[in-house]
């Protein structure tokens, strides 16, 4: 007995069929182009060696503090009930769509030669904070990633039933054996996932390494990736580089799968679970110590934005307002194919998934690919397929586009997917047996129902690509740029003042962008 | 007008149920048998959503096995979800005649006539969540009526109501299923419902269901499977 699904029709294979096709090009596609252009018998080189090694070092350094430091905040946040909590929950969400630019500068404001610690120590007679190199790459990954291990863990934390501590509390429980019986067991599951999430992350980011790392030292592939195709020109190099990078990443992204359970991005987060232990006077200081310095470290650098943002706001450069829109259009083209992919992938997963279970799961992994995918490394292979028909450089706004909705991806897909399972599970069966087909079946039944997701998701991959400062740092020609390029080539020519009002601009656009998808989204969606 | 199931059988995992006989036309048939028992499923596979692991069913002479839900002779009304909250009461009625809402003038009033039939002439305008549980569920009647499918599947779509009101919908179905001469199949784990509305009865339980036979005389003398549901003793 099994369920009878619809027929899968042709419009699912086509469409869901090219989405794949897409997907498979500029993943392993891109791969088997670099793959042809390495230099592999040269071998690796000394410096190849270093940026290996410190790409791994600061992935493994900055995703150990970023998950103890979100182990207790998590707990604290999971077992505290206090005003500002649920603000401060959302806030966590913030440095995901936060362009990496955005906070490199927001870091340097606070941990820079002239950022507020250094002129605290300067005041005393101390010497001046310098953080380039090792120290600023970590610094700034684990500002971006301990919301993001903190929100992991909690979701750990609050999947544990209440009743359990409930039972616990009636039992006697000591906060110590509540530890052991309860909690330790979670994050057993949850922590290898979640670091090993993070060190990926770590390892791909590229605008906190090309603006903070640098030099022989500290160099990481991907930035090693760009210097050999932008500065010194050399294309086999870059493609020996960008399979060490895809090695490194296929590993990473195996190990993550096989240690870590599937994550559930679900909601609830905000509530706080009733809760009798920890009610010792230490144990209430310890969390109140440990979220006050975690508020102080991730929130000082998104003040600072606002406050040195606003002043040079009246005169920024004339060069901001085609970057402006150059942004925008890459945002939007990008947010529209990622979403038009996700769609077509959701569809024919859902329409696969009643008679091939296999095939259905293992599309859905594939759509998952790309956070394991280097965008570099897919930046360096269209390099390579584009340049005998064309001048890469003068495609550089339409391949961004595309490289960041393959990268928003597993977002989008992580969102539309559940929403549709569930629209189908529901209404499906009752607009099968009523007879709605085709359009009016997906018009009619199925959009209002899947409509908030694709609004939150079209928000969340426009403002990832309006923040990315990733391949079109490879592609970009002098004369066009994006904000998020611009405010690099500020920051590069030091002019932190003018990059401090670009990136107000960008953040506000960003989010702005951001809002204007979710809100379409959330519109009511009446047939009257 | 018959339904036969031809030696029909549906599994999973270690659930099995078969089903082998005749259903006539304009009886009012309630499928009885304790929760778990496959009285869903049988309803399931006879509208079309579940596939069948061996057997055929046949619509008069005509093999449907393969049909999908909506071209078989049949409304199935669900437990939930009859009705899309996203649109109007007078919107979820219209789809029992052009799924893609597209109405003539004519066709519109027919929609209101059936919205009348099932006393909600007032209603048309509302959003789903505007009405109670029964209201919703006479919607979908309406929408079943414009449907106008010789057979009608109820699987407990009036489970959730209170014993009053549930008497009413059984009522307002029996009333549309004379006057239309359509036959109904009714899904029920509660005796009381059977014995109310239904002249035949197929039990469902410990792995087959059985034929249809008359209600009044299957609870005059209970085969061992309906005692044993209903806990009569032996002998008792």
């Known amino acids: ?528 | 007008m018959s339904i036969t199931l031809d030696s029909l059988v549906l599994r999973h995992g270690n659930f099995r149920l078969t089903a082998d006989f005749v259903i006539e036309e304009g009886h009012k048939i309630a499928l009885l048998g304790p929760s778990g028992g496959g009285k869903s499923t049988l309803l399931s596979a006879i509208a079309g959503f579940l596939k069948e692991d061996a057997g055929r069913i046949y619509y008069n002479n005509q093999d449907i096995t393969d049909l999908p839900p909506a071209d078989r002779p049949i409304t199935l009304l669900f437990q939930d979800h009859n009705l899309f909250p996203h649109m109007s009461v007078e919107k979820n009625i219209a789809l029992g005649i052009r799924p893609n809402l597209r109405l003539t003038t004519e066709e519109k009033l027919r929609v209101r006539d059936a919205l009348a039939r099932v006393g909600l002439k007032d209603h048309g305008k509302k959003m789903p969540s505007e009405l109670s549980g029964g209201q919703q569920q006479r919607v979908a009647l309406a929408r079943a009526l414009l449907r106008d499918k010789p057979v009608l599947c109820l699987d407990e779509p009036f489970a959730a109501l209170g014993p009053a009101l549930k008497r009413e919908m059984l009522d307002l179905v029996a009333e549309i299923v004379d006057s239309t001469n359509t036959t109904l199949l009714m899904v029920t784990h509660d005796p009381d419902d059977a014995k109310y509305i239904s002249d035949q009865t197929v039990l469902v339980a410990e792995g087959v269901a059985r034929a249809p036979v008359d209600t009044a005389a299957l609870f005059a003398d209970p085969p061992e499977p309906l005692r044993r549901y209903l806990g009569i003793k032996k002998g008792a």
């Not at chain 1, 990954?141 to 009636?170: D, K, M, T, Y």
């Not at chain 1, 790392?213 to 500065?231: C, D, S, W």
């Not at chain 1, 990059?499 to 809100?519: I, K, Y």
Request: proline fraction near 5%; include cysteine.
């Open chain 1, 1 to 528: 007995m099994a369920n009878r699904t619809k027929p899968l029709r042709a419009f699912h294979i086509l469409t869901g069929g090219s989405a794949l096709l897409l997907l498979l090009l500029i993943t392993f596609g891109t791969v088997l182009a670099v793959w042809s252009r390495a230099s592999v018998q040269t071998g690796m080189g000394a410096s190849d060696w270093a940026a290996l090694r410190f790409t791994v070092w600061q992935g493994f350094v900055s995703a150990t503090i970023s998950v103890l430091v979100a182990i207790p905040a998590a707990r604290a946040l999971a077992r505290r009930r206090f005003p500002g909590r649920q603000i401060m929950v959302t806030l966590l969400g913030a440095p995901f769509i936060l362009p990496s630019i955005v906070a490199v500068l927001g870091i340097l404001a606070v941990w820079g030669r002239s950022g507020y610690i250094s002129e605290i120590l300067a005041g005393f007679g101390g010497s001046r904070l310098d953080i380039y190199g090792f120290t600023g790459v970590v610094l700034a990954h684990v500002f971006f990633n301990i919301p993001l291990a903190i929100r992991l863990i909690l979701q750990g934390w609050v999947s544990i039933p209440s009743e359990h501590f409930r039972l616990a509390a009636q039992l006697n429980m000591s906060s110590h054996d509540i530890h052991r019986q309860l909690e330790r067991p979670m994050l057993r599951a949850i922590v290898p996932g979640a670091f090993m999430l993070v060190f990926l992350l770590c390892i791909t980011s590229f605008a906190v390494a090309l603006a903070l790392g640098g030099g022989p030292k500290a160099t990481t592939l991907e930035v090693a990736i760009y210097q050999a195709l932008r500065f010194d020109f050399d294309l086999s190099k870059a493609a020996l580089l960008a399979l060490i990078q895809f090695g490194l990443c296929a590993g990473v992204a195996t190990v993550s799968i096989l240690v870590s359970s599937p994550a559930k991005f679900s909601v609830g987060l905000d509530r706080a679970p009733l809760r009798w232990d920890g009610r010792e006077w230490w144990n209430r200081l310890f969390d109140r110590v440990i979220l006050i310095a975690v508020a102080l470290f991730l929130f000082t650098p998104l003040i600072s934005i606002l406050v040195k943002g606003v002043p040079p706001l009246l005169r920024l450069p004339a060069q901001v307002w085609p970057a402006a829109s150059n942004s925008v259009i890459v945002a939007l083209g990008s947010s529209v194919l990622a979403i038009v992919l996700a769609l077509s992938l959701s569809f024919l997963i859902v329409r696969l998934s009643g008679r091939r279970r296999r095939t259905s799961q293992a599309m859905e992994a594939l759509g998952f690919l790309t956070l394991a995918a280097s965008p570099f490394v897919i930046g360096t292979g269209l390099f390579i397929l584009i340049n005998p028909f064309a001048d890469p450089f003068a495609l550089a706004l339409p391949v961004t586009a595309l490289i960041n909705a393959a990268m928003s991806l597993p977002f989008a897909l992580r969102i539309i997917l559940p929403a549709l399972v569930r629209a189908e599970g529901h209404y499906g069966r009752l607009a099968d047996s009523i007879g709605m087909r085709g359009f009016s079946r997906f018009q009619l039944a199925i959009w209002p129902r899947i409509k908030r997701q694709v609004g939150f998701a079209a928000g969340l991959s426009a403002a990832l690509s309006m923040g990315d400062l990733g391949v079109i740092a490879l592609f970009a020609p002098p004369d066009i740029s994006t904000l998020p390029l611009t405010m690099y080539r500020l920051m590069a020519a030091y002019q932190l003042e003018a990059a401090g009002g670009v990136a107000l601009v960008l953040v506000s656009l960003s989010l702005f962008l951001f809002w204007l998808f979710d809100r379409g989204g959330r519109l009511e969606h009446h047939i009257r």
